[in-house]
């Protein structure tokens, strides 16, 4: 029997790239690698697997390959896409550059506007009613004309946007078919990139997949010659479901990575027990916070780096505030990011002249432990963490302080206030997709992932009233994982804007995508008896504009799952007939995910190391852990550092208990009060315990 393959599950992120790898033999090994070290490999993926198989040069074993991946976001932060052409219709040449007039800072007296992704504009005579009367037809030389002039300026990428195009396509598939004719090597026509209604998202949609799929198409070719021919990589799609690179589109890709978080936090949750499940997703750069509470919840709109776009992503709300977050002292007040250190030169502990960061300061804290950290630090990737170079970066800080306050403030009190301004950050988030929408965060669990993840979790938890976090023994490489617990899923939507009651019209219409999504897995190489599908319906008022998706069933069903969202999203139900605007389906193909259990010693080991103080801190001693050494249900005394080889997870240092859990750790208060206005006291006051199940992970694989 042929051994089975490698399976390779990676999150290439802006700092580093995380690697889950299921060998053979069934065994889980995981490696980080920093996304990028131009001196030691070109592409961080393709070095990890290389370094995991053993195999430095030549041909590469059969392979199961999953990728999350920034380059698309990369790509449109920084504006390295393809110089692409928008076609319109007459009239409305700038349309997308006026966009909806939206002033998202009232107060801004200079307002800065993002300049457009189109290096040039067509005008097209042409002109279809929202009845789909003609009122011009379509000139076909003059657009041969004016594309020829185009390609001969060196575009090669074009976005083909129509009034009423989502409708009405005749036009704009004859202009794609033109583009082609002429050599346009990307085509991206609006009705088949957005089929939705409003042209200037429909437009800024269809213009930032033809800016950035020709980036991405480059970067799954090279990654595929840097593999080999026959191994077929699948890449994360903001949606939450894997598609193969020929499918994997720029409008898609832009929240690929931390999609693969969402799938991992939301699976590993479930396994524990939890349906409702905060995500809090803590990296080098940046935070993600994300919910859920049974299902995934999407967005459609999403505005990234000032492009609308309007694709399916999983709702993710992010904040500048990482491990990397720069810290400084600016105006007369301490402030921590938005901006990053990044990988290189990374924060000041990892040996290469970076500044003092979170990270730093954790450091500095005694939350990190070098010798307990990865030697991947240092011009030579092989030293590790350098305490003394956070401590250098603080003292300049001080130093700055002291000349403006006329004292120099303690180091560890500074280092204190600002985890605590990071932190703050971080809650922020997490009640704008919680609080703000009307969820009690005290009902869910914080499912704490990321590499930084553990060492703030309880700060963030005690900020939201959360009596439950979650530590995965994959914690740190959750979003990686993510992509092995990923359904294949193809997405296809409408507009069709019929009265709720046309049950024959809007049963034509599913029918009608739900062949068009699941041919898309066909083509793909899935068998056709794996593949279900899944409506979802976006309902308003005939008078009205606000959409909510509503589950599709019988017009009475429906009615009465509108108002009730209606009801819990406006606090009234609202009356008159409703409007069926877009209906969507969703084609997926479930992951096939082995068993295998969590194995954790009869007996606790010994602590990792003796009872020790934070360095430079008087007060409570704390003792040093390693969890592999853990038992199910050991119980360990706090104040402790409870840590492995992939995070560390800090209980408070006013005592409490930790203990071991099979597949996740449980974080919990022994009690709680609330301070002044109902807030949380501060974690100081605070007595965690860490709680644990001896259940399996109900299938999927933890280390």
């Given at each position: 029997m042929n051994p089975a393959p490698w399976q390779f599950w990676i999150d290439r992120g802006g700092t580093f790239t995380d690697v889950v790898v299921r060998r053979p033999d069934g065994a889980l090994v995981t490696a980080k690698l920093l996304s990028e070290d131009p001196g030691r490999y070109l592409d961080a993926a393709v070095e990890a697997i290389r370094r995991l198989t053993g195999i430095p040069n030549g041909a590469l074993p059969p392979a199961d390959i999953r990728i999350g991946t920034t380059v698309a976001t990369n790509a449109l932060l920084e504006r390295r896409g393809e110089p692409t052409l928008l076609v319109t219709t007459r009239g409305f040449a700038d349309a997308l550059l006026i966009g909806h007039q939206a002033r998202p800072d009232i107060f801004a007296r200079e307002i800065v506007r993002p300049a457009p992704l189109y290096a040039q504009v067509v005008e097209v005579d042409e002109r279809v009613t929202a009845a789909g009367d003609i009122l011009?037809?379509?000139?076909?030389?003059?657009?041969?004309?004016?594309?020829?002039?185009?390609?001969?300026?060196?575009?090669?990428?074009?976005?083909?946007?129509?009034?009423?195009?989502?409708?009405?396509?005749?036009?704009?598939?004859?202009?794609?078919?033109?583009?082609?004719?002429?050599?346009?090597?990307?085509?991206?026509?609006?009705?088949?990139?957005?089929?939705?209604?409003?042209?200037?998202?429909?437009?800024?949609?269809?213009?930032?997949?033809?800016?950035?799929?020709?980036?991405?198409?480059?970067?799954?070719?090279d990654l595929g010659a840097a593999l080999g021919a026959t191994r077929r990589p699948l890449f994360m799609q903001s949606s939450g479901g894997l598609v193969h690179g020929a499918a994997f589109r720029g409008k898609d890709a832009l929240l690929s990575g931390p999609a693969g978080g969402i799938v991992?936090?939301?699976?590993?949750?479930?396994?524990?027990?939890?349906?409702?499940?905060?995500?809090?997703?803590?990296?080098?750069?940046?935070?993600?916070?994300?919910?859920?509470?049974?299902?995934?919840?999407?967005?459609?709109?999403?505005?990234?780096?000032?492009?609308?776009?309007?694709?399916?992503?999983?709702?993710?709300?992010?904040?500048?505030?990482?491990?990397?977050?720069?810290?400084?002292?600016?105006?007369?007040?301490?402030?921590?990011?938005?901006?990053?250190?990044?990988?290189?030169?990374?924060?000041?502990?990892?040996?290469?002249?970076?500044?003092?960061?979170?990270?730093?300061?954790?450091?500095?804290?005694?939350?990190?432990?070098?010798?307990?950290?990865?030697?991947?630090?240092?011009?030579?990737?092989?030293?590790?963490?350098?305490?003394?170079?956070?401590?250098?970066?603080?003292?300049r800080l001080l130093d700055a302080m002291a000349a403006d306050m006329g004292e120099h403030p303690d180091p560890l009190a500074v280092a204190e206030a600002l985890i605590a301004i990071a932190v703050a950050d971080m809650t922020h988030a997490a009640k704008a997709?919680?609080?703000?929408?009307?969820?009690?965060?005290?009902?869910?669990?914080?499912?704490?992932?990321?590499?930084?993840?553990?060492?703030?979790?309880?700060?963030?938890?005690?900020?939201?009233?959360?009596?439950?976090?979650?530590?995965?023994?994959?914690?740190?490489?959750?979003?990686?994982?993510?992509?092995?617990?990923?359904?294949?899923?193809?997405?296809?939507?409408?507009?069709?804007?019929?009265?709720?009651?046309?049950?024959?019209?809007?049963?034509?219409?599913?029918?009608?995508?739900?062949?068009?999504?699941?041919?898309?897995?066909?083509?793909?190489?899935?068998?056709?008896?794996?593949?279900?599908?899944?409506?979802?319906?976006?309902?308003?008022?005939?008078?009205?504009?606000?959409?909510?998706?509503?589950?599709?069933?019988?017009?009475?069903?429906?009615?009465?799952?509108?108002?009730?969202?209606?009801?819990?999203?406006?606090?009234?139900?609202?009356?008159?007939?409703?409007?069926?605007e877009q209906i969507g389906i969703e084609a997926i193909a479930d992951a096939t995910r082995r068993s295998r259990r969590l194995s954790a010693p009869a007996r606790n080991r010994a602590a990792a190391g003796d009872h020790r103080r934070v360095p430079g801190r008087r007060g409570p001693r704390v003792s040093l852990h390693d969890r592999a050494g853990l038992a199910a249900r050991a119980v360990v005394q706090g104040p402790a550092l409870i840590v492995d080889h992939r995070r560390r997870a800090g209980l408070d240092r006013r005592g409490g208990s930790a203990r071991q859990s099979d597949p996740v750790s449980r974080y919990a208060p022994r009690r709680r009060r609330l301070g002044h206005a109902g807030r949380p006291p501060p974690a100081g006051d605070l007595r965690r315990a860490v709680h644990g199940v001896g259940a399996g992970d109900g299938g999927r694989a933890p280390a």
């Open positions: 011009v037809p379509l000139d076909r030389e003059g657009a041969r004309a004016a594309l020829r002039a185009a390609y001969d300026d060196g575009l090669r990428a074009v976005a083909i946007v129509l009034m009423h195009g989502y409708r009405y396509q005749a036009h704009e598939a004859a202009l794609a078919e033109l583009a082609r004719a002429t050599g346009f090597a990307q085509v991206s026509a609006s009705h088949q990139v957005s089929p939705l209604i409003r042209l200037v998202p429909r437009g800024s949609t269809t213009v930032a997949d033809a800016y950035l799929t020709p980036t991405l198409a480059r970067y799954v070719e991992g936090m939301a699976r590993t949750a479930a396994a524990a027990g939890f349906a409702k499940v905060i995500g809090f997703d803590m990296g080098g750069t940046s935070t993600d916070v994300s919910l859920h509470d049974g299902r995934f919840e999407r967005r459609n709109d999403t505005v990234i780096a000032g492009v609308h776009v309007t694709a399916p992503t999983l709702r993710i709300d992010t904040v500048a505030a990482g491990g990397g977050s720069i810290c400084r002292w600016a105006g007369g007040r301490l402030v921590v990011g938005p901006q990053s250190a990044g990988a290189v030169p990374g924060p000041a502990c990892y040996r290469r002249g970076g500044p003092l960061t979170v990270t730093d300061c954790n450091l500095l804290l005694g939350k990190l432990v070098p010798d307990h950290f990865p030697r991947v630090f240092g011009t030579g990737g092989d030293e590790p963490l350098d305490r003394a170079a956070a401590g250098a970066r603080m003292e997709i919680s609080v703000a929408r009307g969820h009690d965060p005290a009902g869910f669990a914080l499912n704490c992932f990321g590499g930084a993840g553990g060492q703030h979790a309880c700060l963030v938890a005690d900020a939201l009233g959360v009596e439950r976090v979650l530590v995965h023994p994959l914690a740190g490489l959750l979003s990686a994982y993510g992509m092995g617990l990923a359904d294949r899923r193809a997405l296809r939507e409408e507009t069709v804007a019929l009265a709720l009651d046309d049950e024959h019209a809007l049963a034509a219409a599913m029918d009608r995508l739900s062949v068009a999504a699941r041919d898309a897995l066909i083509e793909q190489g899935v068998a056709p008896h794996t593949v279900r599908t899944e409506a979802i319906s976006r309902v308003r008022f005939a008078n009205g504009d606000t959409l909510i998706d509503t589950p599709v069933g019988s017009p009475e069903a429906m009615r009465a799952a509108f108002e009730t969202e209606h009801a819990e999203r406006f606090g009234f139900v609202g009356q008159g007939a409703l409007v069926v």
